[in-house]
């Protein structure tokens, strides 16, 4: 069996006492960093005998998979776990559960800390749909382009980043609708733990003299329709047009790719 297992994102106290009996009993550990696995395990007093660890990152799953013996998958506990939080968000964990689905292993998905949900509701921006772009383009055209997606769509949006582009971030987002509603968090769940929320003028603001250290989750009030009400999916989906018509507007509406909406159109 092949578990895919959350890790705390902080505070060690989050790990559940299923993650713990797993990761007890598991004799094949891949991580995306096996130095960070391996420190886990020590603070949450796991011996590390009888474990073997394999990293499996962003870059190399095509070399992990034509070297993993595919047998370790069937053992009795084997293991994949990210750096922090749940798996396959913003982590290789994606591409072996479509591995596992296509050479039909057994897996099961276990619950736990999430960054991207713990400040959807702390946000207090999301009361149904959001969209979840994970980390952006570092620099460039593109990151431009995916900034402009998320303040265009009709759903609140959320966005990953690093402390050295924070600050930036939030500048461009105050440049372009200083009065747009935000809310960033750092450090979630540990000791220094920071909220900001306001405008995006005002959380720049804020975020000039602070200390910007740690991993940040920000959120992104939905674009608010100029006439006051504003078109949701059901009302395209309802509309007597054709699919590729309504995947495009669908995918104008929230972002995502109108190719695959067209395929969900049409099954």
């Not at 740690?214 to 992104?220: N, R």
């Amino acid at each position: 069996m092949l578990y895919f297992l959350p890790t705390p994102i902080g505070n060690l106290g989050d790990i559940s006492a299923r993650c713990l009996d797993v990761l007890e009993a598991g004799k094949i550990i891949i991580c995306e960093d096996t130095r960070v696995g391996k420190s886990l395990l020590n603070l949450l007093n796991i011996s590390l005998k009888n474990k073997e660890f394999y990293c499996l990152n962003s870059h190399n799953f095509d070399t992990f998979i034509a070297n993993f013996d595919e047998q370790n998958f069937n053992k009795k506990c084997c293991i994949y776990m990210s750096d922090a939080g749940m798996p396959c968000i913003s982590d290789p964990g994606a591409e072996l559960v479509e591995f596992a689905q296509n050479s039909r292993i057994p897996y099961e998905v276990l619950p736990g800390a999430n960054a991207l949900l713990l400040a959807v509701a702390a946000s207090a921006l999301v009361s149904k749909e959001f969209s979840f772009l994970g980390f952006l383009p570092n620099t460039g055209h593109q990151r431009q382009v995916e900034l402009e997606r998320a303040l265009n769509s009709r759903i609140p949006t959320v966005i990953y980043e690093s402390p050295k582009r924070i600050l930036d971030l939030i500048e461009k987002i105050a440049g372009l609708e200083a009065e747009r509603k935000i809310f960033a968090i750092k450090e979630a769940t540990k000791k220094f733990e920071a909220k900001f929320f306001g405008t995006a003028k005002e959380v720049a603001a804020a975020l000039k003299n602070a200390n910007l250290n740690g991993e940040w989750a920000l959120v992104i009030s939905a674009k608010a329709s100029p006439s006051g009400v504003g078109i949701s999916q059901d009302d395209i989906l309802e509309l007597d047009i054709a699919p590729k018509i309504k995947a495009k507007l669908l995918a104008k509406l929230t972002g995502q790719n109108a190719k695959k909406i067209y395929e969900n159109l049409t099954k």
